[in-house]
């Protein structure tokens, strides 16, 4: 069982930076690849970023790669998203998830424990 809050959203204007924060509480979250996903408004959850147990590896959607950073610290049990250089279209809701398994995904299915979500907006 892992419970996840997220934090640090807001309003930003483009170009900006925003780092999202992810507390993580449960027996296994070091044992467990984490990513983040993001809804906007009339859309579907998608895939952002994702990094393994270990913060060995880590990967990216095309669309922040080069722009947004995942990051953690296990024995913090925190999980990081600093997002760099954003657009409008980031807006969304963003999602901190774990994952069943190690190894890093992209794939809703593969996470089972889910945050609240935290509002990102970015005005042009």
């Known amino acids: 069982q892992v419970q996840l809050v997220e934090s640090g959203g807001g309003l930003v204007q483009a170009g900006g930076s925003l780092r999202l924060s992810c507390a993580a509480s449960?027996?296994?979250?070091?044992?467990?690849?984490m990513g983040w996903f993001r809804q906007a408004p009339g859309k579907e959850r998608e895939f952002v970023a994702t990094i393994s147990a270990t913060g060995s590896s880590t990967y990216y959607a095309d669309s922040v790669k080069g722009r947004f950073t995942i990051s953690r610290e296990n024995a913090k049990n925190m999980v990081y998203l600093q997002m760099n250089s954003l657009k409008p279209e980031d807006t969304a809701v963003y999602y901190c998830a774990a994952s069943r398994s190690r190894s890093y995904s992209s794939r809703l299915y593969d996470y089972n424990y889910w945050g609240q979500g935290t509002q990102v907006t970015v005005s042009s």
């Open positions: 449960g027996r296994t979250f070091s044992s467990s690849a």
